[in-house]
């Protein structure tokens, strides 16, 4: 499957963006998608995740409340609406895809494919 995340950019303490990913997969709605994050010299780590039906979703503690992953399967899209961006929020964001189909609640070992990064630059 390919992945391609999009939506990043400059953007000032306290404002939005929304990231998308397409998937090349017309299977897209069998599987769990999720976005992670690395900034420079931390490791990567999970932002968010939603499962197959995008009825569950899951967040990082830091992202609760800010963030809001959804996914439209008609269109292969997955999507991560971003407010109240701050500067520690810059990173290389990447979405991902579930390796197993049907799951209904994702957990963070249960990716299999990336896609390339979309960069966000959160200036204060």
């Known amino acids: 499957v390919q992945l391609q995340a999009s939506g990043g950019g400059l953007v000032q303490a306290g404002g939005s963006l929304r990231l998308s990913c397409a998937a090349s997969?017309?299977?897209?709605?069998?599987?769990?998608m999720g976005w992670f994050r690395q900034a420079p010299g931390k490791e990567r780590e999970l932002v968010a995740a939603?499962?197959?039906?995008?009825?569950?979703?899951d967040y990082a503690d830091f992202a609760k409340g800010r963030f809001t992953m959804s996914r439209d399967n008609a269109k292969n899209t997955a999507y991560l609406q971003m407010d109240s961006l701050k500067p520690e929020d810059t990173a290389v964001y990447y979405c991902?895809?579930?390796?197993?189909?049907?799951?209904?609640?994702?957990?963070?070992?249960?990716?299999?494919?990336w896609g390339q990064g979309t960069l966000v630059t959160v200036s204060s």
């Open positions: 997969r017309r299977t897209f709605f069998k599987y769990g």
């Open positions: 991902a895809q579930t390796k197993i189909e049907y799951l209904d609640y994702v957990r963070e070992t249960d990716f299999g494919s």
């Open positions: 939603i499962n197959w039906s995008g009825r569950s979703t």
